[in-house]
């Protein structure tokens, strides 16, 4: 990481610091014919309450704003970070509470993640790809498969460039094609053996995307039929 970004998440981190840990709010599963169709309110609380997982890995957790999201009996959480100052926060936040854990460490500068082959169930992200280049994009992506079990779960909120989303003014530190669209997302995500779970219709100020690690690559030819 460059200096210049380094310094500037360091002031992310003094700003996110200020603002208390979120919060689940709430929500409905809503079927159709028998099938999950969508996700209404918070729609990762619903999904966690949905998909088997017991541990989770948050990658640009930050300050650890949504360790309360992974919180249960026999659940395990990894907040992993490649800005001091955000793991700094972290700790500094949750220093009286012994369930989350987080590590300081740059998947990119070391060209892998510190853990094992599908080590997580469930894996996290929030704004992290869109502030890396593409290259750097299928570092990050190749690492989640690997150390995401079979049948396991990701789940990334990203900018989605649409015509009601046009792309917007981004500052320093967002990588210069912020934004795939939906079907971009989608095509990304399967040359590295991700398919979509279900949509959410979700709009935020980052659309929620799930994917799901198939058993095999037959799985994948199948699905993608």
Known sequence: MSARNEAMWSQHATEQMLCPANVPGGFEIVQEDGQLRR???DPLQGLLSIVPWTSALDIGCGTGLFVNYFRGEGKRYVGLDRNAAMIDGARQRWERDAFPVFVLYDPLDAGQLPFGDGEFDFVFSCAVLQHNAPTDREIILAEVRRILRLGGT?????ETY????PTPSHGEGYAD???YTEDGWKALMRRFGFEPLFPLY??????PHVFWKPTSMSSIVQDSR
Do not use: K, M, S, T
């Open 202 to 207: 979700e709009r935020a100020w980052a659309d």
């Open 162 to 165: 649409r015509p009601d989303n």
């Open 39 to 41: 996700i209404e309110g």
């Open 177 to 179: 094609d912020w934004g």
């Open 154 to 158: 990701y789940v990334f909120y990203e």
